[in-house]
């Protein structure tokens, strides 16, 4: 542990911001699977607000910093792929 005050709070913040970049990773996660468990069912006119909600937690993690902007971009590229169907990556 650090000695030097500021350090201290360095840390404490540094902890604060990676749960925050963990919290938009996962949820990005969770929305790919939604994504991908609605497109290889049946509904296919529920894809597009699961599809939307993507992009858009995509885009405030890129705002955010919790995502490289190249990162943000493949992802809600690989979405798109998913979302026409011809998505065959997994």
């Known amino acids: 542990?650090?000695?030097i005050h500021s350090q201290k709070k360095r840390i404490l913040r540094a902890e604060r911001e990676r749960l925050e970049n963990r919290r938009y990773t996962s949820k990005i996660k969770t929305y790919f699977r939604r994504l991908e468990a609605v497109v290889s069912g049946d509904e296919r006119t529920d894809a597009a607000p699961v599809?939307?909600?993507l992009v858009q937690t995509i885009?405030?993690?890129v705002k955010r910093g919790a995502?490289?902007?190249n990162n943000g971009a493949?992802?809600?590229s690989r979405a798109?792929?998913?979302l026409a169907g011809s998505g065959t990556d997994a």
């Open 74 to 76: 493949r992802k809600k």
């Open 80 to 82: 798109a792929r998913i």
């Open 51 to 53: 599809h939307r909600e």
């Open 67 to 69: 995502l490289h902007r």
């Open 59 to 61: 885009d405030k993690a």
């Open 1 to 3: 542990m650090a000695n």
